[in-house]
């Protein structure tokens, strides 16, 4: 990023949290409600034409209250597995895995998220995702899931707050840990005032009832009791490879499988090849 890209970037940011911090002390109500709006509402992801790639699937459209959840179901005979992407994307980011697990003749399924891909909504946070994952498995019966970042929180608290019975094991490549550490990102990022960004965190206790600081994935997964694997870059510079330490630190007995140079994306055959390993064995090639 070019030093006038950077500092319009700089200014920008912070110019929304000084907006926030004036505003809290004008009505605190309605400045906790912008913070929650421009944390919630993804910049990229949306898809205005739909890719070739997932033009070749079988495409269905779910509801959610009033919602749209697109999906694309590319078919198999083997085991049904539904692909959930992460924040600022869709479906399409799934090409390589799907290719890859075509190859093995499973059934595969991918949603767009709300407000990413062709789904329909704004907001999105993992408690909203949830609802979309949700109606998506009522309706395909997954055996197995795999989640990407944001995508992987939202599988273990749906995991965990749902219980599905027909589920009998997930994958969570690069997922974060603790929710208070993204709210801290973000707090930093804008440089919100301590009572903006406790306004904040009492906007999402109220609209979900939520506590943020339990909002954990290794606290999801006290409630999960079928096979878990998980994947993560040590040199992601989005997620950190210290969030899944966290989550081990509680569940050592998660099977873990640490890739290097390749970030957050995790784009690598090897990674596919280590998730079919696991979800036929248990654990992951060594």
Same mark, same amino acid.
């Given at each position: ?82 692909? @959930? ?12 895995? @799907? ?128 096979? @878990?694997? @998980? ?56």
């Amino acid at each position: 990023m070019g030093f006038f890209k950077r500092l319009k970037y700089t200014l920008l940011t912070k110019g929304f949290g000084l907006y926030i911090n004036s505003l809290h002390y004008l009505n605190a109500k309605f400045a906790a409600n912008t913070a929650y709006t421009l944390f919630s509402v993804p910049r990229e992801g949306v898809l205005k034409s739909l890719p070739t790639f997932l033009g070749s699937s079988a495409m269905k459209k779910l509801k959610v209250d009033q919602h749209d959840i697109q999906t694309y179901e590319w078919f198999g005979e083997k085991e049904t597995i539904l692909l @959930i992407h992460g924040w600022e994307s869709n479906a399409n980011r799934w090409q390589g895995v @799907i290719h890859f697990l075509k190859q093995h003749n499973y059934r595969i399924i991918a949603l767009d998220a709300p407000g990413q891909g062709l789904s329909d909504g704004k907001e999105l946070n993992a408690v909203l995702y949830s609802q979309f994952v949700n109606e998506v498995c009522n309706h395909f019966k997954p055996d197995f899931l795999i989640g990407h970042s944001l995508g992987g929180m939202t599988m273990l608290y749906y995991m965990a707050t749902f219980k599905p019975d027909f589920v009998k094991k997930i994958v969570s490549l690069g997922a974060p840990n603790r929710f208070l550490r993204i709210t801290e990102n973000y707090r930093n990022l804008i440089s919100l005032s301590h009572r903006s960004y406790q306004g904040f965190l009492k906007e999402f206790s109220k609209r979900f009832s939520i506590d943020p600081i339990d909002f954990n994935s290794s606290s999801f997964v006290d409630q999960i009791k079928i096979p @878990i694997g @998980i994947i993560h870059d040590e040199e992601d510079k989005v997620v950190p490879y210290s969030d899944t330490l966290e989550i081990l630190e509680k569940h050592p007995e998660i099977p873990l499988y640490t890739t290097h140079d390749l970030g957050h994306s995790l784009y690598s055959d090897d990674v596919n090849e280590q998730i079919v390993y696991f979800l036929e064995n248990n654990r992951f090639k060594s």
